[in-house]
C-alpha cells in the first residue's frame, strides 16, 4: 500500500543522545515535512524540503536537522535531545510540492527524552 | 500570513445529533482550506478540502464543510454522529504562493470530538 512509513513508532531517549527518526514514501512525492505535535499547540513545522537536495525551516527548526539525499526519505536528527522535545513527531508528503493537493501523513513517532 | 482558529478545543455531543466544528481563517486571497481527522494513535487523514468551485464540500465518513467567504468560515458538520467519529479533527489552510512562501499548510489547533452514547 502506497504511504508513508515512519521507524520507530515509538522511542524513550535519555537527555543528551543523538536520535534520528525515519521516514520513507512510495509515492514519488517531491516534497516531505516533519511536524512535532504537542498537547493544546497542534501541530508545527520543523523542517520541509521541496524535492531531493534541498530543504528548509519551518516555524521549530531549533535542535533538529534533517536531509534529502534522495526522493523517498527524509530523517530526522535531534542531535543532542532534551526534554522538551518530548512530542509526537509526523512524517507528511505531498506531490509537487504543492500544499494546495493536501499532504499525505505517516502513522508518527512517539518520543519521551527523559 | 496565514491563519487558521478552530473554535473550542473540545466538543462533546450524543450519538445521532449534529456535529458542528467551527474554523475561521485569515486571507487576503482566496484560500484552499482542509479538514482532516485524526484517529488515536494513528496519522492525520484527509476528510475533505475546498480548492474552487462548489462551497459546498463533502467529504468521507457523511462530514462536510461549507465554504464561506463572507465569514471566513469553513466549519465542518455532520447532521449524525456515530461513536466512530470520536477523534481530534484539525482545520487548515495553503499558504502556497503567498510572499515567497514555500506553500505549507497552516493548522488549527485542532478540536476534539467526544461522541456519548
Known amino acids: 500500500i502506497a504511504g508513508i512509513t515512519q521507524a520507530p513508532t515509538s522511542q524513550i531517549l535519555a537527555a543528551g543522545r543523538r536520535m534520528t527518526l525515519r521516514c520513507t514514501q512510495d509515492m514519488r512525492h517531491n516534497a516531505m515535512y516533519w511536524y512535532r505535535q504537542d498537547l493544546g499547540l497542534g501541530l508545527r513545522l520543523i523542517h520541509y524540503s521541496n524535492t531531493a537536495g534541498t530543504t528548509g525551516k519551518g516555524e521549530v527548526p531549533d535542535g533538529y536537522s534533517v536531509s534529502r539525499a534522495n526522493t523517498d526519505d527524509f530523517p530526522l536528527t535531534l542531535a543532542s535531545a532534551v526534554p522538551s522535545q518530548t512530542s509526537v513527531y509526523f512524517c507528511a508528503s505531498s506531490r509537487r510540492g504543492d500544499s494546495r493537493y493536501g499532504y499525505t501523513f505517516g502513522s508518527g513517532t512517539r518520543l519521551t527524552v527523559v | 500570513a496565514q491563519s487558521v482558529t478552530q473554535l473550542g478545543s473540545h466538543v462533546s455531543v450524543s450519538e445521532g445529533a449534529l456535529v458542528l466544528l467551527r474554523c475561521n481563517y485569515s486571507?487576503?486571497?482566496?484560500?484552499?482550506l482542509f479538514w482532516y481527522v485524526q484517529y488515536p494513535n494513528q496519522g492525520l487523514q484527509l476528510l475533505l478540502k475546498y480548492t474552487t468551485g462548489a462551497t459546498l464540500v463533502k467529504g468521507i465518513n457523511g462530514f462536510e464543510a461549507e465554504f464561506k467567504k463572507s465569514e471566513t468560515s469553513f466549519h465542518l458538520t455532520k447532521p449524525s454522529a456515530h461513536m466512530s467519529d470520536a477523534a481530534e479533527y484539525f482545520c487548515?489552510?495553503?499558504?502556497?504562493?503567498?510572499?515567497?512562501?514555500?506553500?505549507?499548510?497552516?493548522f488549527g489547533k485542532g478540536t476534539k470530538l467526544s461522541v456519548k452514547p
Open positions: 486571507s487576503s486571497v482566496p484560500p484552499y
Open positions: 487548515a489552510v495553503s499558504d502556497q504562493g503567498y510572499g515567497g512562501s514555500q506553500g505549507n499548510l497552516i
